[in-house]
């Protein structure tokens, strides 16, 4: 199975920058079978939503509120993910989980890091 590690994340402030990334690890079979890495956010009394996704063959998706302030990118070599947050805003407040697609011969299904909190101050 394919275990998720979450680092970055912090306090900002309004217009300010942070930085998160996720490494994968697990065995050779899991993470081949990783389709898809990315990022979502679930704030407080709200559902969670998508942030952005990197598939393996480097399409990518954003959620509509980070277009143009968001911006994924992922290593296939060393199974990582990273989301650079700009122009960030106080609804940007959230705890951001990374996110594994995985398809293997025994698992097919979404895998979820543990979460790091993102807090943006007016």
């Known amino acids: 199975q394919v275990q998720l590690v979450e680092s970055g994340g912090g306090l900002v402030q309004a217009g300010g920058s942070l930085s998160l990334s996720c490494a994968a690890s697990?065995?050779?079979?899991?993470?081949?079978?990783?389709?898809?890495m990315g990022w979502y956010r679930q704030a407080p009394g709200k559902q969670r939503e998508l942030v952005a996704s990197?598939?393996?063959?480097?399409?990518?998706d954003y959620g509509d509120s980070v277009k143009g302030r968001f911006t994924i990118s992922r290593d296939n070599a060393m199974n990582t993910v990273h989301l650079q947050m700009n122009s960030l805003k106080p609804e940007d407040t959230a705890v951001y989980y990374c996110n594994a697609r995985v398809y293997t011969s025994t698992y097919a299904g979404h895998v979820w890091g543990r979460g790091t909190q993102v807090t943006v101050s007016s």
């Open positions: 990197s598939t393996r063959d480097g399409s990518v």
């Open positions: 697990g065995s050779n079979a899991s993470i081949n079978g990783m389709v898809a």
